[in-house]
């Protein structure tokens, strides 16, 4: 069962992930990308150890870094253990999907092969879960595509938590080692491609043999590659692309030459893109299909000159980021939502409530806001604004894509939220309402009939109510059998029509197994205003929803 605190807790996991996975593209050079896999293990995936095996051209296996132990750094980097070695170790142990975890019962088989090997004594386990010194757990490193070729393995070790990792950290370790081998790859692609511009620059002589170089680097990437006009009034237009970026976007080569990346850009990216640099700049953000949809991608750019005192173009290295942009949507909304109902949980409903309130109390008859859909941060289908790129503006001949930042100076954005003052008589104000739901009746049901039953009917009411408010509103579960709706731009009518229709909607029996079971629910109405703390409205909310249930008569129902 989740605690109160593991949202936050995988919260801060994922913010250690996403930074050591941006790490893996800032490496200058191979062995520094090599380096940074292994660091960003100890650093975000909270193992003591943890070792880099590169794949080399013979296919056996070579050392290639080492993170948390100076001495065992020191002892076995650069030594070289078989290809067959490694094959039996991958295909020994339990497989957790491209993991291979192999428990210290099975793994003393392999004490004695070629595989370099650092183990430090420890206490036997405890608990079945607990991290035993001589357990092994792997995450190969494949090549993108369909072949599946092994780029290398990376080991890890003793756990900062002493126990084995669950699903959470299974899939932040694979997701990671998916990564770290992009990275490895684009590190190899940038040392051919510096090698390639290098001849390009100083070998007047070879400067056909060295295009035809470039050529094949450029035209064969396995990611996206595009060159562009850089200055004049062409500037930002594509002048060549390769066949991965037309795959990728779904779009012929012709067709191409007729845009620049500003074209083709999503409107709330077109930001981002122009704060890119053309020199080294990066950003991620989503490029449009010719079907109309959106892929994520990160963009790189370098500049490079037709000759030595030739004109300059942007290069410009396009990676496909969708998978991981997926799974750090999925992570976001796992850490955010409640497991059971899908609804927004306690740290998501306090965080769309704190955007809405500030210290300075509203001014009375002020405006109260544009509606539903303003002031409750990101939605679930957007990233948060950590994934959004942070590049500084810079003057306009030193952009990648040549375009002027427009807008004037920071100003207040924020629109104070009032409450209604005149009790439960409507004054017309319209404010942003806190509805404190407790279900009546199931914790009798929980007890008869179990959690299952009671879950089913968390669910079921968990849905009545998402039906019944609008668009924009939020319905949250605070715990147990607490839910919290915010509707905005209510009167104090408005929000008791609003408690009654939610009541009513409860209310009908609910279908378990064949049984039809009834809970009740009371509600409380607060109201959020600037000048109050998050706990503070809610807690204005729970008490009214105490008088409401200590006020009403008491109606029993009988379950089943």
């Not at 002493?162 to 694979?174: F, I, K, N, T």
């Amino acid at each position: 069962m989740e605690t109160e605190s593991e949202p936050y807790v995988r919260l801060s996991t994922l913010r250690q992930l996403h930074q050591v996975v941006a790490d893996l593209n800032t490496a200058r050079s191979l062995a520094d990308t090599l380096q940074t896999v292994a660091d960003g293990v100890v650093a975000g995936l909270n193992y003591q150890l943890a070792c880099v095996n590169l794949v080399r051209p013979d296919g056996d296996l070579v050392v290639a870094a080492f993170a948390g132990d100076p001495a065992a750094e020191a002892l076995i980097t650069g030594r070289v253990g078989s290809r067959d070695a490694w094959e039996r170790r991958l295909t020994m142990g339990v497989p957790w999907g491209d993991l291979r975890f192999i428990p210290h019962t099975e793994g003393w088989v392999l004490m004695d092969d070629d595989v370099p090997q650092w183990h430090t004594d420890g206490p036997a386990p405890r608990f079945e879960d607990e991290w035993h010194p001589h357990d092994r757990l792997y995450a190969p490193m494949y090549a993108s595509g369909t072949g599946r070729e092994l780029l290398g393995v990376i080991s890890v070790d003793r756990p900062r938590n002493g126990r084995h990792p669950g699903p959470w950290g299974q899939e932040a370790l694979q997701m990671y080692a998916s990564q770290s081998a992009i990275a490895i790859s684009n590190a190899r692609l940038r040392s051919n491609m510096q090698r390639a511009l290098v001849r390009l620059e100083r070998e007047q002589q070879a400067l056909r043999a060295s295009e035809e170089s470039f050529r094949q680097a450029f035209e064969y990437a396995p990611s996206g590659m595009a060159i562009a006009e850089l200055g004049g009034d062409q500037h930002g237009r594509l002048l060549r692309t390769n066949d991965a970026l037309c795959r990728l976007l779904g779009r012929p080569a012709s067709a191409m030459r007729r845009y620049s990346f500003a074209d083709l850009v999503h409107p709330e990216d077109i930001g981002t893109l122009l704060r890119t640099s053309a020199e080294g700049g990066r950003a991620e953000l989503r490029l449009g299909r010719r079907d109309g949809t959106y892929v994520w991608v990160s963009l790189r750019n370098s500049v490079v000159a037709d000759t030595a005192d030739g004109p300059r173009f942007l290069l410009t290295h396009v990676e496909d980021i969708e998978e991981r942009k997926r799974h750090e949507l999925q992570l976001a909304h796992r850490a955010s939502h409640d497991a059971l109902t899908g609804l927004p949980n306690s740290a998501e409903l306090r965080s769309r409530l704190s955007a809405r309130l500030c210290e300075r109390p509203a001014h009375t008859g002020a405006y109260q806001g544009p509606g539903p859909d303003a002031g409750f941060g990101h939605r679930p289908d957007q990233l948060p604004a950590a994934y959004e790129g942070g590049y500084e503006y810079e003057h306009e001949h030193e952009h990648g894509f040549g375009f002027e930042q427009t807008g004037g100076g920071a100003y207040d954005h924020h629109v104070h939220t009032v409450a209604p003052t005149g009790g439960d008589i409507d004054d017309g104000t319209k404010g942003l309402a806190v509805l404190f739901c407790d279900l009546d009746g199931f914790k009798s049901i929980n007890d008869r009939f179990g959690h299952h039953t009671g879950d089913a009917v968390l669910i079921e009411v968990a849905r009545r109510l998402t039906t019944g408010v609008r668009d924009g509103d939020t319905v949250a579960r605070l715990g147990g059998d607490e839910f919290v709706v915010l509707a905005d731009g209510l009167g104090a009518a408005d929000a008791a029509d609003l408690a009654v229709r939610l009541r009513n909607a409860i209310i009908p029996p609910i279908r378990v197994d064949g049984r039809a079971v009834r809970v009740g629910a009371s509600f409380g109405i607060g109201w959020a205003e600037c000048g109050m703390t998050v706990e503070e409205v809610l807690n204005s909310a729970d008490q009214r929803m105490y008088v409401e249930k200590r006020s009403r008569a008491k109606v029993h129902r009988r379950a089943g």
